[in-house]
């Protein structure tokens, strides 16, 4: 069956340093998602992509927070001047329609 | 603006027995509405998920659901639990927003113990 795939599965990075978090959807997806989880907290979403524009975007995903798809498999997310606060589990998801979204394993981020 | 309520933060129960996770949600307009579970180190896996039609929605793993307009509630019940269904288990909802993607609103979760 597959699967959303995410690397790296830890990341561990000093305070202000840019980060890339990347995933793999699958493959006749065509909407992909961003989501953080703060450890205890609830899911949130960050941001939603279609047709390679931002479709829908939450107050967390502000300027510092960017999407890609460099290629026609790898969806990023990238976190220019990281703060102690965006520490968290992120999930990447994505879906060949618009309802039922399918979930990476994440990538727990640690800023130090 | 939509919100999940999970009431409980855990749920215990013997294995074979019956189980219910309880979710109750606020949302303008129809809801979608969904159930994922996530195993430790694991993404969200989806279970079911109610769109329209047969109030009794049957999922992955044997898990059913039940959508309750008056109620407001959708509670994911399992006949007979298992040792391997303990899990965290999220309930969802969304609503078709401006840019065509359905966002959901996650509630914060339940975790389910299940005892042999």
């Known amino acids: 069956e597959p699967e959303v795939t995410q690397t790296p599965s830890h990341q561990v990075t000093q305070m202000g340093q840019e980060v890339i978090l990347r995933c793999v959807p699958i493959?006749?997806?065509?909407?992909f998602y961003w989501y953080r989880q703060i450890l205890g907290q609830k899911v949130e979403f960050l941001v939603s992509?279609?047709?390679?524009?931002?479709?829908?975007k939450s107050e967390i995903f502000d300027d510092q927070f960017s999407v890609e798809r460099p290629d026609g498999s790898n969806f990023t997310l990238k976190i220019r001047s990281t703060k102690l606060e965006d520490s968290a589990m992120y999930f990447c998801?994505?879906?060949?329609?618009?309802?039922?979204?399918?979930f990476g394993p994440g990538t727990r981020l640690t800023v130090l | 603006a939509q919100s999940v309520a999970q009431p409980e933060d855990q749920v215990n129960v013997a294995e074979g027995n019956p189980l219910t996770v309880k979710c109750t949600y606020s949302v303008s307009g129809n809801p979608y509405l969904f159930w994922y579970v996530q195993y430790p180190n694991r993404g969200l896996q989806f279970l079911l998920k109610?769109?329209?039609?047969?109030?009794l929605v049957k999922g992955s793993y044997g898990f059913e659901a039940e959508f309750n307009k008056s109620q407001t509630s959708f509670h994911l019940k399992k006949p007979s639990a298992l040792v391997s269904d303990s899990a965290l288990y999220f309930c969802a909802v969304s609503t078709h927003a401006s840019g065509g993607s359905y966002i959901p609103t996650f509630g914060r979760g339940t975790s389910l113990i299940v005892h042999p």
């Open positions: 493959s006749n997806h065509l909407y």
């Open positions: 998801a994505s879906s060949e329609q618009t309802d039922t979204q399918y």
């Open positions: 109610y769109i329209t039609g047969d109030n």
């Open positions: 992509f279609y047709n390679n524009e931002i479709s829908e």
